[in-house]
């Protein structure tokens, strides 16, 4: 047995041990969490593999981790469906919002459903049914039964807008046995970055199939009638009053977004917060929150309209998120001040508006680090620091412009991620044309450009 092989057998069958060990857990835990929130429950038996896909023929299937993953992918699924308009596209995702906006987002372009834990049966029993012709996985999602199963079937892997975080190098380095085999052979790497791309090498990537084609969050659309919305909020809820949107929040995180909006009221008393939880199983708790902390506020599930004494206008409705957002003047991207990691930065940015974040930014730490380095995000640490850059910014309307023209141009000039990726993915779907198709050698996959953006320096 070879070097790699006596080290790959143990390390296998301990990963199978902890996989058959912490199913059962994991999934009593998703029919516990049914309780509170029944999307839960929705399509349960996908994640063990079962069910069946409503169309003939083998897919391309594309997988999106959770909501901000889906929100990428959608334009690289639009695009697959005007290139391969007779071949069905599968989106899988993990969490139940991110399958909600699935649905929403690909109706009619693409059948959404949940990717199967990585038991043996159960990315089996997946397989069986999806049928790939390829699989093109968005960011970092390594499973090492699901990559083995693409290899063992034929079934050409791409890791699309591909992102492995300096703090999560040594872990992956610990488990470099169990995807040494699929990475040095089997997988194409459309990497974020140049960095990111050397992680993967490290990692055992096979260097003349890891390739930079930048990131696919940047190449998103903005509805076009987003402006339009966003003004008809603002005029039927805060006509002629500040506003700023803290988006996507968390348990713990809107204690402090209240104690900065009180310390902001008391310089600028007609300063309306637009409040938007990131989970809506949290929607009920953040009401009944709000009520027992006293705070005068509308919720948009209720239709209730702000007043003049309104504090508070909560977001808790499924995807308004960017609507809220076009209704500000400031935004504030949450899961930052607590250490969840932050969300979608790039959407506020493109509306031109000013960003704030937390600390806590390593979800997306590039995109931040670019944006802050660009000017067109500032962090802060703590509610005093919030409230009083939120009050700077809303008593400068040229400030703001300012900032948000550079947000603006930071989004155009990291686009281009798309159309490198697609040409990446052009001639490994070419080459399963044929069902007899063997796994794609690397001379089939040619090298596009490498982006040239301030993202990839």
């Known amino acids: 047995m070879s070097g790699l092989a006596g080290r790959f057998a143990p390390m296998r069958l301990l990963y199978l041990t902890a996989v058959y060990l912490l199913a059962p857990i994991v999934g009593i835990a998703m029919l516990l969490r049914g309780f509170r929130d029944h999307s ?5 038996s996908q994640r063990f593999g079962f069910g069946a896909a409503p169309y003939a023929g ?4 594309v997988h999106a981790v959770s909501v901000g993953e889906v929100q990428a992918s959608a334009a690289l699924v639009r695009a697959l469906r005007e290139r391969h308009p007779d071949t069905p596209l599968v989106v899988t995702t993990v969490t139940p ?3 909600q906006r699935a649905r929403t987002l ?6 959404v459903r949940y990717v199967p834990y990585d038991l043996p049966g159960s990315v089996r029993r997946f397989f069986d049914r999806v049928r790939p012709r390829v699989a093109i996985i968005l960011e970092t999602e390594l499973w090492p039964n699901l990559y083995h199963e693409c290899g063992r079937r034929g079934v050409p892997l791409v890791l699309a807008s591909a992102r492995i975080s300096p703090r999560s190098i040594g872990r992956y380095r610990r488990l470099a046995a169990l995807f040494r085999e699929a990475l040095a052979n089997g997988i194409v790497i459309a990497a974020q970055s140049p960095a990111d791309a050397d992680r993967f090498r490290y990692i055992g990537a096979n260097p003349q199939r890891t390739h930079v084609t930048g990131n696919i969050k ?5 509805p076009a009638s987003v402006a339009q919305r966003g003004a008809a909020l603002r005029a039927e809820h805060a006509a002629g009053r500040p506003v700023w949107v803290a988006g996507s929040t968390h348990a713990g995180e809107e204690d402090l977004l209240l104690e900065a909006h009180r310390e902001l009221r008391a310089h600028a008393a007609a300063a309306l917060l637009v409040l938007v939880p990131r989970h809506p199983a949290r929607f009920a708790e953040v009401r009944a929150w709000l009520e027992r902390s006293g705070v005068r506020f509308a919720a948009r599930s209720r239709g209730e309209r702000c007043e003049a004494g309104t504090e508070v206008y909560l977001g808790d409705t499924l995807g308004d998120l960017l609507n809220l957002y076009a209704a500000g003047d400031v935004a504030f991207v949450g899961g930052s001040l607590v250490p969840i990691g932050g969300h979608n930065l790039l959407e506020p940015a493109a509306l031109g508006l000013p960003i704030l974040s937390g600390p806590y930014t390593f979800n997306a730490e590039d995109i931040a680090q670019l944006l802050v380095r660009e000017g067109a995000a500032g962090i802060v640490t703590t509610a005093p620091a919030l409230a009083a850059r939120v009050a700077q910014l809303l008593a400068d309307p040229a400030e703001r412009a300012r900032i948000g023209t550079i947000g603006r141009a930071v989004v155009e000039a990291n686009r281009g991620a798309l159309s490198r990726l697609l040409a990446l993915l052009d001639p490994v779907i070419a080459a399963t044309e044929s069902p007899a198709t063997a796994p794609v050698r690397p001379a089939a996959v040619p090298a596009p450009s490498s982006p040239s953006h301030p993202a990839s320096r």
């Open 97 to 99: 919002t991110g399958a």
């Open 106 to 111: 690909f109706d009619g372009l693409a059948h």
């Open 218 to 222: 940047f190449d998103f659309a903005l």
């Open 40 to 44: 839960y429950w929705r399509d349960f």
């Open 58 to 61: 083998r897919c391309i299937w």
